[in-house]
């Protein structure tokens, strides 16, 4: 099914992400995962794209397993950098051949070594930004599939420009993909509700943006190293009040962390619920493949129960599948 839904509907939902996992066991025991959280009946699951096409046959079959067999409905993330046209042309023909109808068009980070010497430019003859990929994928599809693009609430930062992060200077090139052909927004990971407003209040004054809808990404705490590391790399702001909330003491103690995270989602959720200045469609989360955070915190929140049409109780299954 195509996303397109997201434009008119007021229904909430929520989406997941999800990885394709490098060995035959981790998908099995993945695709029980998804086939427990299909009761969350998310309106979409995202499938990851190794940057260079690196995992294209898992992501595939990944993909193809949850729309066909799981009749989920499927986004399949493509990221274009180090990359040509036969191997974009092949997942998409993969795509449409599974009933995918939404991509999510990205651009995917350089491997590092080209940040370095700067010669991004040589290995990635047929598109340098993710706009390219949106544009290419409507010139030869037309509207055969709903697009999805990326936004930063915290600003985009390069492997090259690590000092400058200010989300205004990615608003032309958002419009760029807008006007490619995109359809919706997922944004980054954050933590930091006053930021994301922000960059909404910014979205939503800018006329080629204000009618895209945008959901929220989000993603569950359930190790304090990972978590850092994450943030870290995603170059999300950490609030000192979420900060605060993770203690030396508590830090080496999964249980615990696991349990303040869901607290802190749940807070950020009930924020931007109450805050938006545009109603909140719906909550993506990156999964990370993990199953119990997201479970608890459905149990937890009232607005997450509302928007997966569930009530407390049933995500008990879940929670007590817990091998996270
Ligand atoms: P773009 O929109 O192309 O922007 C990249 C940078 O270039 C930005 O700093 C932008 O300001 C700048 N820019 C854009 N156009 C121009 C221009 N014309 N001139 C000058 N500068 C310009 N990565 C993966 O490898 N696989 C995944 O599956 C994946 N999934 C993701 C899902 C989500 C929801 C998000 C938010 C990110 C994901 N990423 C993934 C990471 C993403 O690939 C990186 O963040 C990447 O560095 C940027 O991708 P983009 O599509 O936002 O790029």
């Given at each position: 099914e195509k996303l397109k839904q997201l434009k008119n509907s007021n229904e909430g939902f929520v989406s997941l992400e999800f990885f394709p996992p490098k060995t035959e066991s981790g998908l099995t025991n993945l695709l029980q995962r998804i086939e427990r959280l299909s009761v969350l009946k998310p309106l979409f699951v995202s499938i990851t794209w190794g940057a260079g096409g690196s995992t294209a046959e898992k992501s595939l079959e990944l993909a193809a397993y949850c729309q066909k067999e799981l009749n989920l409905t499927v986004c399949l993330h493509l990221t274009?950098?180090?990359?040509n046209k036969e191997i974009i042309d092949n997942a998409l023909a993969k795509a449409k051949e599974s009933g995918i109808r939404n991509i999510l068009a990205l651009r995917g980070d350089p491997p590092r070594a080209e940040v370095l010497d700067d010669s991004i430019g040589s290995l990635n003859?047929?598109?340098?930004?993710a706009a390219d990929l949106v544009r290419y994928i409507r010139h030869e599809h037309d509207d055969y599939f709903s697009i999805g693009v990326a936004a930063y609430p915290d600003g985009h930062v390069d492997g090259s420009d690590n000092s400058f992060q200010d989300f205004e200077k990615d608003i032309p090139y958002l419009e760029e993909k807008v006007k490619a052909g995109a359809d919706f927004i997922i944004s980054q990971l954050f933590f930091d509700v006053d930021q994301y407003l922000k960059f909404e209040s910014k979205i939503l004054s800018t006329e080629s943006l204000a009618n895209i809808p945008m959901i929220p990404g989000l993603i569950p705490i359930n190790n304090y190293q990972l978590f850092k590391r994450v943030t870290k790399l995603s170059h999300a702001t950490i609030p000192k009040s979420v900060l605060n909330r993770f203690p030396v003491s508590v830090q080496s103690d999964d249980r615990k962390v696991k349990e303040i995270g869901v607290e802190v989602l749940d807070e950020i959720i009930s924020d931007l619920y109450k805050r938006s200045n545009s109603p909140i469609k719906g909550f993506h989360f990156y999964s990370l493949n993990l199953e119990s955070s997201i479970a608890k915190l459905v149990k937890k929140s009232p607005i997450l129960q509302e928007y997966t049409h569930?009530?407390?109780?049933?995500?008990n299954a879940i929670v007590a599948s817990e091998k996270d």
């Open positions: 274009c950098t180090n990359t003859k047929d598109f340098q930004y569930i009530a407390a109780d049933d995500t």
